[in-house]
């Protein structure tokens, strides 16, 4: 989060939408509620065309996404690194900060117990150029946010599919 350096990390075993789904609900659940405004960069789990200007053809899940938790999202331009400094300087500390050593954990569920516990330990320190915590910062930015929906958010993929002439059905590769 911008305002208050507040940051959340997860980590996965694979790049896949339902991934990048997941994790938008953890950090929201995380951060205990949702920014009205999400700026994104045009990754193909969210976007199918990009259009003029800062409009973008988007992906039925995203669009799932967006209606479920009502923020509005807002599209870097097309080959405009500058515009998302902040979330790359962020996903730079994460590595070096989190990843750096390499962690030694038994599975996914432990590291991202571990991730979590160290991005609410974080909390505690100071943001940038400010001199209160990033937790009171983070108090101050909730007066911003929209309250988490009631309900939960399926972070899956729903596709129809039709078996083969020997009743197997193709997904990914997979039969």
Same mark, same amino acid.
């Given at each position: 989060?911008?305002?208050?350096?507040?940051?959340?990390?997860?980590?996965?075993?694979?790049?896949?939408?339902?991934?990048?789904?997941?994790?938008?609900? $953890?950090? #929201?659940?995380? /951060?205990?509620?949702?920014?009205?405004?999400?700026?994104?960069? @045009?990754? +193909?789990?969210? *976007?199918?065309?990009?259009?003029?200007?800062?409009?973008?053809?988007?992906?039925?899940?995203?669009?799932?996404? $967006?209606? #479920?938790?009502? /923020?509005?999202?807002?599209?870097?331009?097309?080959?405009?690194? @500058?515009? +998302?400094?902040? *979330?790359?300087?962020?996903?730079?500390?994460?590595?070096?900060?989190?990843?750096?050593?390499?962690?030694?954990?038994?599975? #996914?569920?432990?590291?991202?117990?571990?991730?979590?516990?160290?991005?609410?330990?974080?909390?505690?320190?100071?943001?940038?150029?400010?001199?209160?915590?990033?937790?009171?910062?983070?108090?101050?930015?909730?007066?911003?946010?929209?309250?988490?929906?009631?309900?939960?958010?399926?972070?899956?993929?729903?596709?129809?599919?039709?078996?083969?002439?020997?009743?197997?059905?193709?997904?990914?590769?997979?039969?």
């Amino acid at each position: 989060l911008c305002y208050s350096d507040a940051i959340f990390c997860m980590a996965f075993p694979f790049q896949k939408q339902e991934a990048w789904l997941e994790g938008h609900k $953890q950090a #929201f659940l995380f /951060f205990a509620g949702v920014p009205r405004v999400i700026v994104y960069d @045009n990754d +193909k789990s969210l *976007v199918t065309k990009i259009l003029a200007g800062h409009e973008r053809e988007t992906t039925e899940a995203f669009q799932r996404l $967006q209606s #479920f938790y009502g /923020f509005q999202p807002r599209f870097c331009n097309a080959y405009a690194g @500058n515009e +998302k400094g902040v *979330v790359e300087n962020m996903n730079q500390y994460a590595e070096r900060h989190f990843f750096t050593p390499c962690p030694h954990v038994r599975d #996914f569920t432990q590291l991202n117990h571990d991730l979590l516990c160290r991005c609410a330990q974080l909390l505690d320190g100071t943001a940038k150029d400010k001199e209160q915590s990033k937790r009171e910062l983070l108090k101050e930015e909730y007066r911003e946010f929209l309250e988490l929906p009631a309900g939960e958010f399926e972070a899956c993929c729903k596709e129809s599919r039709t078996t083969d002439s020997l009743s197997l059905i193709h997904l990914e590769h997979n039969r």
